[in-house]
């Protein structure tokens, strides 16, 4: 079998997907190939349907230069974006960018058949709403749990129950027919954020700190998601916490980071006030809801309820000490702030930030910011869409799009599970 | 100016470096480059006096293929491994093999001047001791303290007066004329480990801990070094600990896992033991001698001396704690653990892995393996040396050793430190 020569040609694509205003000479100088390489390289993308010549670039003397862009309508991925109470699923094209979307409360704890069998009807119905769309060649997905990345399999998800080793791909890949990548929700969100939001391109290493219900992170090293050996880097939720040596968290352990700042533990923490007396004002919320929730202390603080303030205070202080020892660790030059319970008020992030500019090393906050995502729950989806982009267009797969022997039209893809890159 | 094409010479080049049996075929295979690509890349590679073919591979049908391997006796590097009291300098081939080394005691505290001038003079007598030898490329240098990467200038090091903001780089390339690269010791063991510990190569992401005077991380995810955005990642000696919120660091701080369990914390500990009555073990050195080192608190624990023994199953776990955020944080393969006070026996190590396995997410530990580190202090020295040569091999440089135009042998190579890559 011969192969056509493909050296360089990952770097031209990521180059032309990245920029704007890409031209071959500027190619041929920013990736350090021959001309003629590139010429060969952008006719392969050419021939493949995947990059289209589009317009001319001012001259430097001599001929204009064509620009190259990426046909961003050559094709379509879908995005699924599962949390643990509702879903976000979505239609990009070939540049991530977002056609059509659909949210919807769900449960995660309904388990695979429930959640994934809606996640189908959703993809198909935005399909069948965009009329003469374009082939859909992938589909990524995030979920509430752990996931071994190569397997694209829940491992021993703790709020996922009947997830456990379920198969997302093979499921999803028998009923599309193309090829499936699954990740961890805050993972989904770091990408998403580093896709999107230009800051986090810029720093290049990233923190992502989600504090909803529980609590975990993401990281990006030079511009890559780290997921670890077992890809659960950023598994937080349940690290050692100074001040929570009483508090038995759900996983049997006590002092967990996320029993005693997570949403669940504002909620708790929050009712044991009202009953006791300690809040007149989140007294009044549960009196009037008959519940109390992580988003009611905030409200609480809002309304200047000196309990609640000191609530949010403490759980930011907690976050932000375990933050402060990541931060040290991982010299990111930007964490991102997520989840619901960073949303909510200033409280949290104002303790946070103190904590880490009090505890970390000096040089690591030099440059470092701590910010809201300003994506919010967007970069979920956005993450979910380009986990299968990037996955489609890495070096072991972009090969397979390329016309072997003469250029020969529209790439096919098969929903080849079996050899999907790990 | 033509260049020569040089797209997938770095793959070439770095699949010879790290391979037994390399053949042109094989790197065909392995690295997806066409066969005319590889023929051209290993001829400028041979033009450049960087790879030579030699010997055959057992033919699989037809003419045997030649084997290929990086030339060793090319070109030389030189290591430096600057601790608190002792340095170690070698020299090295092309292959990171230590062809010539020195050690001797060194206090880092007697400055730059002192100290840089002793290893420009132990490099110059190792290089006036070998013989015909071919030139020197460049030097690498490990610091105990931590370095801004890209102008290899030390940061605010705590231990390192007089060295704040001095430029290793250009006063060892004045003396030399060669590049040279300047990284923190911890990343060096680091590095050392992963080019020559076969165990660390394969976990790929691997976290390396020394708990020495002091105690520092270094990381690489995904077999690159990861230095964060300030070349500080790893730098957690200064991280709150639990139980430790009434013992004051020199850094200013209360509650410092380095003022804690570090050896300089161990030293103190023992010595307040031994003269409170606590330890007669300790009492017995102290009188002896006249002071009482960390290594005296192994001794004693060694001995049965029940006080060492708690002083030393404290510090592990006081450790093993903070490492048992950073396991579920990062999710390593391997963590490495190097420094004196782990070499010391074995108390420290079990006490250590206890509380990994104890507080760390279990799916983080599936895998995990926690083991002293094989090389010892001799992966400073190897780490010296391939922080010299991965950067002279690295994409952005490597293009300079090729001939320009036609073929015309050996590479040259300029002291310039104006364009050195960050």
Not at 331 to 353: C, F, K
Request: hydrophobic share 45%; aromatic share 2%; charged share 20%.
């Amino acid at each position: 079998m011969s192969m056509p020569p493909r050296d360089g040609l990952v770097g031209v694509l990521d180059a032309i997907r990245a920029g704007e205003g890409v031209t071959q000479p500027r190619l041929v100088q920013r990736l350090g190939l021959g001309r003629t390489v590139v010429a060969q390289r952008v006719a392969q993308l050419e021939a493949a349907g995947l990059v289209v010549q589009d317009g001319v670039a001012p001259s430097s003397g001599g001929r204009a230069p064509r620009l190259l862009r990426l046909r961003a309508d050559a094709g379509l991925v879908a995005g699924a974006d599962i949390g643990a109470t509702g879903m976000a699923v979505g239609l990009a094209d070939a540049s991530g960018r977002v056609l059509a979307q659909a949210h919807e409360a769900a449960n995660v704890a309904d388990g695979p058949d429930a959640v994934l069998g809606r996640v189908e009807e959703l993809v198909a119905q935005l399909l069948d709403g965009l009329a003469g769309a374009p082939p859909l060649w992938g589909i990524g997905v995030g979920v509430p749990g752990p996931v071994e990345y190569a397997t694209s399999r829940p491992v021993a998800p703790p709020i996922m129950p009947g997830w456990d080793g379920y198969p997302i791909r093979e499921r999803l890949s028998g009923r599309f027919a193309v090829p499936v990548w699954v990740d961890n929700d805050v993972n989904v969100l770091a990408l998403g954020e580093l896709r999107t939001n230009p800051a986090a391109a810029e720093a290049g290493d990233l923190l992502y700190l989600k504090i909803g219900t529980g609590i975990g992170a993401g990281l990006v090293s030079g511009g890559r998601v780290h997921r670890g050996v077992n890809g659960c880097a950023g598994d937080i939720g349940h690290v050692a916490v100074a001040e929570a040596d009483s508090v038995i968290c759900r996983c049997g352990n006590v002092g967990c980071l996320e029993a005693v700042a997570g949403g669940a533990a504002l909620a708790r923490d929050g009712r044991r006030l009202a009953e006791s007396g300690g809040s007149p004002v989140m007294a009044d919320i549960l009196a009037a809801t008959g519940e109390l929730t992580a988003a009611d202390v905030t409200t609480a603080a809002e309304r200047g309820d000196p309990a609640a303030r000191a609530m949010l205070g403490r759980a930011g202080r907690l976050v932000g000490g375990t933050l402060a020892t990541l931060v040290s660790f991982y010299n990111p030059g930007l964490v991102v702030l997520g989840g619901g319970v960073v949303h909510a008020g200033d409280h949290v992030l104002a303790a946070i930030r103190e904590s880490v500019y009090r505890r970390s090393l000096p040089l690591a906050t030099r440059t470092l910011r701590i910010e809201r995502s300003v994506m919010g729950e967007a970069a979920g989806l956005a993450g979910a869409v380009h986990l299968a982009l990037d996955a489609l267009f890495a070096p072991g797969r972009l090969a397979r799009w390329l016309p072997v022997g003469s250029p020969a039209g529209r790439p096919e893809l098969a929903a080849d599970t079996e050899s999907l890159p790990a």
